[in-house]
């Protein structure tokens, strides 16, 4: 099993976080043996769910790899129905060249309609855009002289330079699948079907919602491995669980982490409680521990703080994944 964490990069004017106290704070990450650093996608404000907007995660990524040395970059994850193939295969192959491989391809449908009327891609077609986004991009990547006719996407003997340095591509992560409620994202997907097969036949690593109980993950995982083998997959599918995370002082009350929580999200304590990492370590590790048994294991886990606080990230290290390792 693996850790990372998913970067409080949030967009706050003034007080967004510099380069130069992220980069401290990864190479902190790189030094206590975190595995990777992942950043969230977002154009736009995105209320009930989130109460501030994030950095743009292709150009945060590359500047954060001229800072950083080991630990691997990517997005979990990135609006893929909102770029352009071409314009992206290009975009992201640069950003794997330049941090000497280490990136990670972690994509989704998206959900807000406000982003894709802003870009004009219609809401209903983004999950189908999807799918040829995936085959486009990563067939550009694999070569020369690349034809793809597809429904929304077309292009002839296109070559685009330079390709990834990860080959045939970075790995590929999906998000998706059952969650809870409609309360955060104004929309309820009764056939989640759809969204499984697509990571079965594409993704090389799972994200399931963060919000989904164990038994909802549960379910997916059965399904996908049917998916699984109805396409043929050479390879197993791996699996992360990952979540907003702040990890208590021994008797300090949950009100204390709401300041932090309140930077992003516009939900309250009793959903941060029930959905979000917010307790003890002990408590936290506990709960983490119910996912990847629900799961059969886990691959990776990606914890996400909510400040770029390096006593935060040294009691994740110290106190919460210890117990997850034994």
């Not at 990777?36 to 954060?64: G, Q």
């Not at 979990?76 to 060249?97: C, G, H, I, Q, S």
């Not at 008797?251 to 304590?269: K, V």
């Amino acid at each position: 099993m693996r850790f990372g964490l998913r970067l409080p990069s949030f967009a706050l004017g003034p007080k967004t976080a510099s380069l130069h106290e992220m980069g401290a704070y990864l190479r902190r990450a790189e030094d206590l043996g975190f595995d990777c650093a992942v950043s969230i996608d977002h154009l736009l404000l995105t209320p009930p769910a989130y109460a501030c907007t994030w950095l743009e995660p292709v150009a945060l990524l590359a500047a954060l790899a001229g800072v950083t040395r080991t630990i691997k970059l990517g997005t979990m994850v990135l609006v893929l129905p909102l770029r352009n193939p071409a314009y992206f295969a290009k975009e992201w192959a640069t950003l794997d060249l330049l941090s000497g491989g280490r990136s990670i391809f972690g994509v989704g449908v998206g959900w807000h309609e406000e982003e894709f009327a802003l870009m004009g891609v219609p809401h209903k077609e983004r999950g189908r855009r999807m799918d040829e986004m995936l085959e486009a991009v990563t067939a550009l990547w694999a070569g020369d002289n690349v034809t793809y006719q597809g429904k929304y996407y077309q292009f002839r003997n296109l070559t685009i330079d330079p390709k990834p340095a990860q080959r045939p591509h970075p790995p590929i992560w999906i998000g998706g699948g059952s969650q809870p409620f409609e309360k955060v994202y104004g929309q309820t997907v009764t056939n989640i079907d759809p969204v499984l097969k697509r990571i079965a036949r594409y993704a090389d690593t799972w994200v399931p919602h963060s919000s989904a109980t164990p038994e909802m993950v549960r379910g997916d995982w059965e399904k996908l491995l049917t998916f699984s083998a109805q396409v043929g997959r050479r390879t197993p599918l791996t699996k992360v669980y990952s979540n907003f995370v702040y990890v208590l002082r021994k008797g300090e009350r949950p009100d204390a982490a709401a300041p932090h929580f309140q930077t992003f999200s516009g939900m309250d304590l009793d959903y941060w409680r029930a959905y979000y990492l917010l307790g003890e370590a002990e408590e936290l590790a506990e709960r983490i521990r119910a996912r990847i048994e629900a799961l059969g294991g886990i691959d990776w886990v990606v914890l996400n703080p909510l400040s770029f606080d390096i006593g935060q990230l040294e009691r994740l290290a110290s106190e919460v994944l210890p117990r997850l390792s034994g």
